[in-house]
């Protein structure tokens, strides 16, 4: 272990921090559409999707982003992506998440009622993505929690050796 490991260990958990500053902000005060692009994040709401969401994979390893009201990181710690995205106001039970053919994908839909006297009012949030990830995943040793509005997945790296499905036969 390198002095620089636990450099960059104390960035991934700054980067963390300031993520989680960022969204506490934005929810407070808006999205960055009101003003320059910070950053870490978009300068417009329109501009992430899809399209957006395979950069995550491609370009910005390790850094967060924003997008509507979520931010998310997805860093490669060599023996496993390690992705967290900041998913407030939902139960466990309201996020889907799957992993088909290298591609993460998550969903979240809650539906919140409020009613006051005479009327009712129903507040409907839904959140998509879907994550690319360039390396081959062990997708049976995938784990998930959430916790506090926090999803963290854990997707395992397939090793070298594990690529190989050829089994050596030693000749006696």
Known sequence: ?????????????????FAQLRSAWLT?????????????GSGSDSDFDSDHDSALANDVMGRPIAGHDTIAT????????????????????????????????IRAHTDVENSV??????R?????????????IVADEITATYHNGVLEV?????EDDQEDHRHRIDIE
């Not at 620089?4 to 991934?12: A, C, S």
């Not at 808006?30 to 910070?38: F, Y």
């Not at 967290?84 to 994908?105: H, R, S, Y």
């Not at 409907?124 to 081959?136: A, G, H, M």
């Open 117 to 122: 006297d005479t009327h009712r009012t129903v």
């Open 74 to 105: 997805l860093e490669d710690e060599g023996d496993a992506y390690v992705y967290v995205m900041d998913l407030p106001g939902f139960e466990k039970t309201d996020i889907d998440l799957t992993f088909d053919d290298g591609l993460l994908a």
């Open 154 to 158: 854990h997707l395992p790296i397939v």
């Open 28 to 40: 407070e005060f808006g999205t960055p559409r009101a003003g320059p692009a910070l950053e870490s």
């Open 124 to 136: 409907s949030r839904r959140v998509s993505r879907q994550i690319p990830l360039r390396k081959d």
């Open 1 to 17: 272990m390198s002095p620089f490991d636990d450099m960059d260990r104390m960035f991934r958990e700054m980067d963390r921090t």
